[in-house]
């Protein structure tokens, strides 16, 4: 993009003023917004210079817009959240099913907010007067609040000291400490604490220098009582907003379709708050989001101060989609922009570039979504808590088909509900023969396409809408599988062994395949590997070398043969830290010519020493095996934690071997040994 800097006469004094209706009503447009005060001077100020400017110049539109822009903006405009955790659970459950844990820290985190709404709120009054003092106890104790009352400054310090006070309502004219002196220790002691200063000295001098050490307002005496409690009404709202914000910001990830979006979109409607999603995919320019200056010609605002402008409230749910897929060039590093949007410490005075001025974001609820938590970068990493979504079970795919998806293609594709129904089998051949995914795209697709063909069926024959659909018609409708199972249970081979990876898209097996042959001790390696995975294949093949009695192998295997590993679907790249068992097993079988056990797989990461090392997606691995119709999964005992946390749907059906060393996994996964052959004695 090329920008180009303005140029033109500077905004001096029209010759053809603008007119006087337009900027009068301008003029109360910037009044009625009641914007904050670096807000409220840059308006005054852009408004004077628009005064000035002849409407025929570009100059005069550009400040007319900035001026719609800054007025537009929700500074004071936010939603009364809705903190009733049965409903929130309940819109919770209607929308997802499973998703348990993910639920259950939702939940606690809605809890956390309703504690804080709930909390009473404790106010100490400060005035050398007793008549006051009571007349003030007694209108804020029948608003609600706690009040305690101090006759002078230094009783209330010592009150400060004891506990802790939500608002200080202080004279200014007191004995041995007056209310300046007193701010000030409150700030010392508390920053958090609002003062409202009270006096019958009013001054602009006085007002100035109270709000320039830190107060919150400052009332005239004697003191209006509706003024007064709107003052602290509005004054302690506005602190429970900011105790509101300081919440975590939360990370969900997952393979693709597993419920991160909607799960964000059930939080916003718990709360009764706005949702806002920005998908973040392949966004590398940082003004995207933070705008351009405008100095530039046809600057615009960044996405996120127009998306808070559109929702028209300042504490939306704002969902970053595909956080792990933001890219850098050039033209600046988006990330860093995230860095600063999802601090709770630094977005309160979040700059957009075309802004230029300091907008609160800290009242938003921030939750990024990601495939891969490994590509966001590490200081942003450290700003999220993450919450993991796991593929989905058979059985869980199973009821969300009967209860969500069904009905929901079914009405999109005007099919009557209550004459056409899926079977239990039927949608159990949806998910084993069609499709082959962690998350539940695919199976809808595969369901709206059948829906697809029962709306030209009953279009071509009127009579017959009433139908089952049955495993036998979904074959007809959808014809041969899309998927086939492999497993080494039907051509089971020396040297092949079935392993378990994490991928992007969830759990898949893969299949390790080991050859030797004449050759100069050579370690080949195909299949479109990665450096890692390289690593660990030769430190596989160092470990077998280095313990070749020990599984009954010649140790001079290598001096006159090259060894090959294969990772088929070379198309596909390959990498992690999670290979090395699998491949230092395929090793051992091919050279000791003893074959896997049927329905056996493995997965863990291989130390030189022998070790077993801990992996990570251990749930996504095992749902990955139990798609494939295995029976037994080997994984690290160190583990074991993970293990014993999986639910019962994930791991029925499977026997889950912990292990610590190879020889344990190489006799729990190989058949007994059999004639060796010759050259391998």
């Known amino acids: 993009m090329v920008f180009f800097r303005r140029e033109g006469p500077p905004a001096t004094e029209a010759s053809n003023p603008a007119p006087p209706d337009e900027l009068s009503a301008l003029q109360q447009a910037v009044e009625k917004a009641n914007l904050p005060h670096p807000a409220s001077s840059v308006a005054t100020h852009e408004l004077n210079r628009l005064r000035k400017t002849d409407p025929s110049l570009p100059e005069y539109t550009l400040i007319q817009s900035y001026l719609d822009f800054i007025m537009a903006l929700p500074w004071n405009h936010y939603t009364h959240d809705s903190l009733d955790l049965e409903r929130a659970e309940s819109i919770l459950n209607a929308e997802h099913f499973g998703l348990g844990p993910v639920k259950e820290r939702i939940i606690e985190f809605l809890a956390v907010q309703t504690l804080r709404s709930q909390q009473t709120l404790q106010l100490l009054v400060v005035d050398d007067e007793k008549i006051a003092r009571t007349n003030l106890e007694y209108v804020l104790t029948k608003e609600g609040y706690r009040v305690d009352t101090a006759a002078n400054g230094v009783e209330a310090l010592a009150l400060l000291q004891k506990q802790h006070y939500d608002l200080v309502l202080t004279d200014l004219k007191m004995d041995k400490m007056d209310g300046n002196q007193l701010l000030e220790e409150v700030k010392r002691l508390d920053p958090e604490t609002r003062v409202v200063m009270v006096t019958g000295f009013a001054t602009v001098g006085s007002a100035v220098d109270a709000f320039r050490k830190g107060a919150a307002h400052y009332l005239p005496k004697p003191v209006n009582i509706d003024e007064l409690r709107s003052v602290v009404r509005q004054t302690l709202d506005s602190k429970k907003q900011l105790q509101m914000k300081r919440s975590p910001v939360l990370c969900f990830a997952g393979p693709p379709g597993t419920g991160k979006t909607s799960i964000g979109r059930g939080i916003a409607a718990a709360l009764g708050r706005k949702f806002i999603r920005i998908s973040l995919a392949g966004l590398r320019d940082e003004a995207e989001l933070r705008g351009h200056r405008r100095t530039y010609v046809g600057a615009m605002p960044g996405r996120i101060l127009s998306e808070i402008r559109r929702a028209g409230v300042n504490n939306p749910v704002f969902m970053l989609d595909e956080i792990d897929k933001i890219g850098q060039d050039f033209q600046g590093d988006a990330a860093a922009v995230l860095l600063e949007l999802l601090d709770p410490e630094q977005n309160a005075h979040f700059v957009d570039h075309y802004l230029d001025l ?68 039927a949608v159990l051949k949806l998910i084993r023969d069609y499709t082959q995914e962690a998350g539940l795209r695919g199976l809808e697709r595969e369901i709206a396409a059948v829906c697809r063909k029962m709306a030209r069926i009953c279009v071509q024959n009127p009579e017959g809408t ?91 295997f290598f001096s006159e043969h090259d060894v090959h590993i294969h990772i088929p679907s070379g198309g596909i790249s390959k990498d992690g830290p999670s290979a090395g068992l699998t491949i230092a097993v395929a090793l051992i079988s091919l050279l000791t010519g003893r074959k896997v056990r049927p329905h056996t797989a493995m997965t863990g990461e291989l130390s030189l020493s022998g070790r077993i090392l801990a992996i990570c997606g251990l749930k996504e691995k095992v749902l990955a095996a139990q798609r494939a119709g295995l029976k037994s999964v080997i994984v690290p005992r160190a583990n074991s934690a993970d293990a014993e946390r999986l639910e019962p749907d994930v791991t029925e059906g499977l026997e889950v071997v912990l292990a610590d060393d190879v020889a344990t996994v190489v006799e729990r996964a190989l058949e007994p040994a059999g004639e060796l052959q010759s050259s391998r004695r």
């Open 358 to 425: 300091p907008f609160d974001l800290s009242s938003a609820i921030f939750i990024a979504t990601a495939n891969v938590i490994e590509r966001i970068p590490g200081p942003l990493r450290d700003r999220l808590e993450m919450i993991d979504f796991p593929g989905y079970t058979e059985k869980e795919k199973l009821k969300i088909a009967q209860q969500f998806l069904i009905p929901r293609q079914l009405a999109v594709n005007s099919l009557p509900r209550q004459s056409i129904r899926f079977t239990d089998a």
């Open 466 to 556: 009433a139908a089952t659909i049955d495993e036998q018609l979904v074959g007809s409708l959808l014809g041969p599988r899309k998927v086939n199972h492999e497993t080494p249970d039907a051509a089971r081979r020396v040297g092949v062994v079935t392993g378990l990876v994490w991928t992007e898209f969830g759990g898949e097996i893969i299949f390790v395949e080991a050859g030797i042959m004449k050759g100069q001790q050579q370690l080949i390696l195909t299949g479109s590997l990665g450096q890692v995975l390289q690593e660990s294949a030769q430190t596989a093949l160092s470990f077998v070398r280095s313990h070749a009695r020990q599984f009954g192998i010649a140790p001079d």
